[in-house]
Every structure is written in structure tokens, then in C-alpha cells.
């Protein structure tokens, strides 16, 4: 009887939990109006109704009867209207001519019902309002596949996803994970479902459906966090294209044993750009112009077109730098290269296209 009541106990703690989880991942929001605006617009429909039954009542003055006086002026409309939509009715003023009391069932009435629509609308909105995105958010994880899991929002993940983004990457096919609360609303702001939790933990990467997505992109702060997210990632999902940023190059081995398919040394990359542009302040712009995707140069994977199979590598219409064969990259001049196969890609260099044209097809990145 003990282990019956835990289990039950612990069943209603994995639902709660559940609940909190949906809670934390966090859709972008539709635009609306500021809360002032929306209450303004309301209080003066309200007002439009009441002035209006006021008009109907007082046209009509001649089919009421007021028990006080026998006559109704103009603030006995006014009251009568009050009393009448805010559904208090004190019986004092009354409709007893046919054509009052047609006027009450036919106009009337349908102006209270307005009247409380309007008074309660904010009411039934915040009712409203978790259904409505309980219903957005299992909608959007059953469309949701082959996305993109960016884990950490700040400058290297803002920067990897305006590469993807100038690449085709759509915005609905990202989902942002970061530990802050306010760094995921900035992301809402811009369009993205960002998920609020510690990307080392299981159930923080299952919320971002990351078991589903196709490529992850791992910019975290720390080397050590980099490497627990990348091992809990790869458990997850066997496929995907895990790209992993680290500060320190002595950590990267350690990345790529941990299931990372490509290792970025912040550092150490920034140091080389830094030694190149004091060598040659040319080249370092040129490389920076590489680097930055849908501006100038840019650097991009593509297949091998038809045309182009049986030729070699210098006879390509784009200026192809590297040849990517199976799992080997293979450099221009590599002498074992030889003729260009159906099954190859390259990495060539192309002028980026300009913003109302489609920017060049990259290869998969899984």
C-alpha cells in the first residue's frame, strides 16, 4: 500500500514537472498592442454602446414610465442605460408601450450582451491565453523537423546563426537554448523559440527537440560546459551535424572525442586573424570578407554539377579551393585528387548573391 501511494505521488510530480517543462520553452510572441492601448480601445467601446442605448431610450422616452415622476428626461435615460447593461435593473423606469418593449427585445438586449463581452473581455482573455499556447506549442513540435538547436546566445551563437540566416536558414527552423530567461525573450524578440535551461541536462535538449534536428550549433561560455552539452547531444541523436566553439585549442581534441563533427578555437582563430592582418592588412580583410556570409566573398559547399564530372579541379566554373571525397578533405593541389566524381563537393569561392537573389546552395551539414 506504501509503494502504491509513491507511486502515485511520483506520477503527479512527473506531471507537474511536465507542465513547468512546457512552460520554458517559449515561442515568439505575435505582435500586440500595449496593454493602456487595448484597455482604452475597450473602455471607449463601452462607452459607445452606453451612448447609444441612451439614444435608443431617449427616442423612445414616450414608451417609458418612471414610478417616481411619470416623465423620463434625459439622465433617467442615462440611468436606465447604466442600470439596465450592467444587467442591475431596479424595475423603476420600465418599457410599457409595445414599441419601447419590441426596441428592448430587438436592440437593447444584444447591446448588454455586448456591453459584458466588452467588460470581460480581458478576463476571458488571460483564460484564453494558456490554451492558446499550449495549442501553438504542440503544434509547433509536431511540424518541427530538421531544424537547427543553437545552445548559447551570445556572441559566437548570435554570429553562427547570421551565417545560417543569410544561408536560407529560416528562423522558424531554430531553436535557441541559453540558461538566462531574459537572453531567450531578447531571442523571441527576434523571431526564434528559445528553450530557458542548463543544455548539459537531457530534458533541456529534448525540450529544444533536439533528438529531431538536424544540425546543433554549440556556443556555450565555458570549454567544460561545451563538452558535457556535445556528449549529451550525441547521445540524443546520432546524425546530426554537432559544430562545437571552444576558447582554448588544447580542449579540442576532447570536443571531437566527445562527438563533435567540427571544433572551433575561438581563440586561437581570432589570434591567427589578428597575426595575418598585421602581416598583411589585405589579406586579414579578405579573410574576414570569407568569413562573413552574404557580403562580398563568400565561402560555400555545393556538389559537383554534371558538366563539371571527369574534369579537374582548376577547370571549375567557381574558384574551388578544397574537394570534399567520402569522409576526406581533400586540398586543390592534393596530387592523389584526379578527375572531379558525381559524388564529390566542393568548396569553392563565390561573389555572395545580392539580397533580392537566393543566396548559393550550401551543402548538408549532416
Not at 415622476?69 to 433617467?76: H, I, K, P, S
Amino acid at each position: 500500500m506504501f509503494h502504491v501511494k509513491l507511486h502515485g505521488q511520483d506520477a503527479m510530480a512527473r506531471q507537474a514537472d511536465e507542465k513547468l517543462v512546457s512552460r520554458r520553452v517559449k515561442l515568439p510572441k505575435r505582435v500586440v498592442e500595449k496593454p493602456l492601448r487595448q484597455v482604452a480601445k475597450r473602455l471607449l467601446l463601452a462607452l459607445s454602446v452606453l451612448l447609444l442605448t441612451v439614444l435608443i431610450v431617449w427616442l423612445d422616452r414616450a414608451g417609458y414610465h418612471d414610478n417616481a415622476n411619470e416623465t423620463v428626461d434625459l439622465l433617467d435615460c442615462f440611468y436606465y442605460a447604466t442600470v439596465t447593461l450592467s444587467t442591475t435593473g431596479y424595475g423603476d423606469i420600465v418599457p410599457y408601450s409595445d414599441s419601447a418593449r419590441l426596441v428592448n427585445i430587438l436592440l437593447i438586449t444584444p447591446l448588454r450582451v455586448l456591453f459584458l463581452i466588452i467588460l470581460v473581455g480581458t478576463t476571458l482573455e488571460v483564460l484564453t491565453e494558456r490554451t492558446r499556447e499550449e495549442w501553438r506549442l504542440n503544434r509547433w513540435r509536431k511540424n518541427l523537423r530538421d531544424h537547427t538547436v543553437v545552445i548559447g546566445f551570445g556572441t559566437k551563437g548570435r554570429s553562427a546563426l547570421q551565417t545560417l540566416l543569410a544561408t536560407g536558414v529560416g528562423k522558424e527552423s531554430v531553436v535557441i537554448v541559453d540558461p538566462s530567461a531574459k537572453v531567450i525573450d531578447i531571442a523571441n524578440a527576434e523571431g526564434f523559440t528559445g528553450v530557458v535551461g542548463d543544455a548539459t541536462r537531457t530534458d533541456v535538449l529534448l525540450r529544444a527537440e533536439l533528438q529531431r534536428a538536424r544540425q546543433i550549433v554549440i556556443a556555450t561560455q565555458r570549454d567544460d560546459t561545451a563538452v558535457l552539452v556535445t556528449l549529451t547531444a550525441r547521445q540524443l541523436n546520432r546524425g546530426a551535424k554537432i559544430v562545437a566553439a571552444v576558447r582554448e585549442e588544447e580542449n579540442a581534441p576532447l570536443l571531437r572525442q566527445s562527438g563533435a563533427d567540427a571544433v572551433i578555437t575561438s581563440a586561437s582563430a581570432a589570434g591567427r586573424l589578428l597575426g595575418l592582418s598585421v602581416l598583411s592588412p589585405a589579406a586579414g580583410t579578405v579573410m574576414e570578407d570569407l568569413i562573413q556570409q552574404g557580403s562580398g566573398l563568400d565561402l560555400v559547399e555545393r556538389p559537383v554539377t554534371r558538366a563539371e564530372v571527369g574534369k579537374g579541379v582548376r577547370e571549375t566554373e567557381d574558384l574551388a579551393v578544397s574537394v570534399v571525397r567520402g569522409h576526406r578533405l581533400l586540398a586543390y593541389d592534393d596530387p592523389h585528387l584526379g578527375p572531379l566524381q558525381l559524388t564529390d563537393r566542393l568548396i569553392v569561392i563565390v561573389r555572395a548573391a545580392p539580397p533580392s537573389e537566393p543566396a548559393p546552395t550550401r551543402g548538408s551539414m549532416g
